[in-house]
Nanobody, 125 residues
């Protein structure tokens, strides 16, 4: 069982940056994929980014590519989402999630069985 706790959300002006953290406990993430998702009010949850812990390979949604960076700290068993050039459309609750690792070409796709509680990100215009 993996427990995930997000932190780092908050209020930021358009064009600003935030760094989200996802701390894992219960298992080391060396055999997992860690993903970030978000859900805006009235919208479905959407995929943002993922990292395969074993080799650090990453994948991004087109909407955040070039602005967001996912990374990991093996020693701390923690993942990060650096978000730059934020705009109001990035406003959402951000969740981290984990699933067992795979080397399939679609290694980043759902389902993810383990989820954090979410952290709110609000970008003002």
């Amino acid at each position: 069982q993996v427990q995930l706790v997000e932190s780092g959300g908050g209020l930021v002006q358009a064009g600003g940056s935030l760094r989200l953290s996802c701390a894992a406990s219960g298992r080391t993430l060396s055999r997992y994929v860690l993903g970030w998702f978000r859900q805006a009010p009235g919208k479905e949850r959407e995929f943002v980014a993922a990292i395969r812990w074993s080799d650090g390979i990453t994948y991004y949604a087109n909407s955040v590519k070039g602005r967001f960076t996912i990374s990991r700290d093996n020693a701390k068993n923690t993942a990060f989402l650096q978000m730059n050039s934020l705009n109001p459309e990035d406003t959402a609750v951000y969740y981290c999630a984990a699933k067992g690792s795979t080397y399939a070409s679609n290694w980043y796709v759902s389902p993810y069985p383990y989820w954090g509680q979410g952290t709110q990100v609000t970008v003002s215009s």
